[in-house]
T-cell receptor, first 117, second 111 residues
Framework: DADVTQTPRNRITKTGKRIMLECSQTKGHDRMYWYRQDPGLGLRLIYYSFDVKDINKGEISDGYSVSRQAQAKFSLSLESAIPNQTALYFC????????????????FGPGTRLTVL | GQNIDQPTEMTATEGAIVQINCTYQTSGFNGLFWYQQHAGEAPTFLSYNVLDGLEEKGRFSSFLSRSKGYSYLLLKELQMKDSASYLCAVRASGGSYIPTFGRGTSLIVHP
């Protein structure tokens, strides 16, 4: 079974619709992240959470919101989707307590391909 | 802020060796990661460097020079399945402590 899962895997929606992307993890990690990936632009951080009660904006948070419902669940919402939010969205987790080399190595979910028409 | 630079695309021949470079500028360096990403799939962790020198893991090696703001990923005995994007990510000390990703290098391996 996958350690980091995302639902849905693909979604096509219309401008103005509210969309929620969900992420669940069984790795027991405390830190979770949402990224978007656009061709030629790499991975850009939208929001991150270091604990259930901790939510922080990333590089490109405008137009997005998040909810950390539990240690294992982190959802991303687009309140009113627009076409330039068409992208591949990744959830990731990391373990702040791993220690040693590579602490905070990120583990990514399979991605959600979102198309906003 | 951080500035991370990688070549956009590289091509190489099966069985050969390829070196993918990453240069960075950051205030307070605290580690560099390499990830591999096949088209349409999730990035997966390859290597981590925080001290100068070479880290070897089978066919893949990663090198870091902190004074030069430079890293490379070396892939030996290339296989067709190595065709993927390779992402360099740099972590700065202070702030969120979250790595910033470069735009990635698309490697095409041909027979």
């Amino acid at each position: 079974d996958a350690d980091v899962t995302q639902t849905p895997r693909n979604r096509i929606t219309k401008t103005g619709k509210r969309i929620m992307l969900e992420c669940s993890q069984t790795k027991g990690h405390d830190r979770m992240y949402w990224y978007r990936q656009d061709p030629g632009l790499g991975l850009r951080l939208i929001y991150y959470s270091f604990d259930v009660k901790d939510i922080n904006k990333g590089e490109i948070s405008d137009g997005y919101s998040v909810s950390r419902q539990a240690q294992a669940k982190f959802s991303l919402s687009l309140e009113s989707a627009i076409p330039n939010q068409t992208a591949l969205y990744f959830c990731a987790t990391s373990d702040s307590l791993a220690g040693g080399p590579g602490t905070d190595t990120q583990y990514f979910g399979p991605g959600t391909r979102l198309t906003v028409l | 802020g951080q500035n991370i630079d990688q070549p956009t695309e590289m091509t190489a021949t099966e069985g050969a060796i390829v070196q993918i470079n990453c240069t960075y500028q950051t205030s307070g360096f605290n580690g560099l990661f390499w990830y591999q990403q096949h088209a349409g799939e999730a990035p997966t962790f390859l290597s981590y460097n925080v001290l100068d020198g070479l880290e070897e893991k089978g066919r893949f090696s990663s090198f870091l020079s902190r004074s030069k703001g430079y890293s490379y990923l070396l892939l030996k005995e290339l296989q067709m399945k190595d065709s993927a994007s390779y992402l360099c990510a740099v972590r700065a000390s202070g702030g969120s402590y979250i790595p910033t990703f470069g735009r990635g290098t698309s490697l095409i391996v041909h027979p």
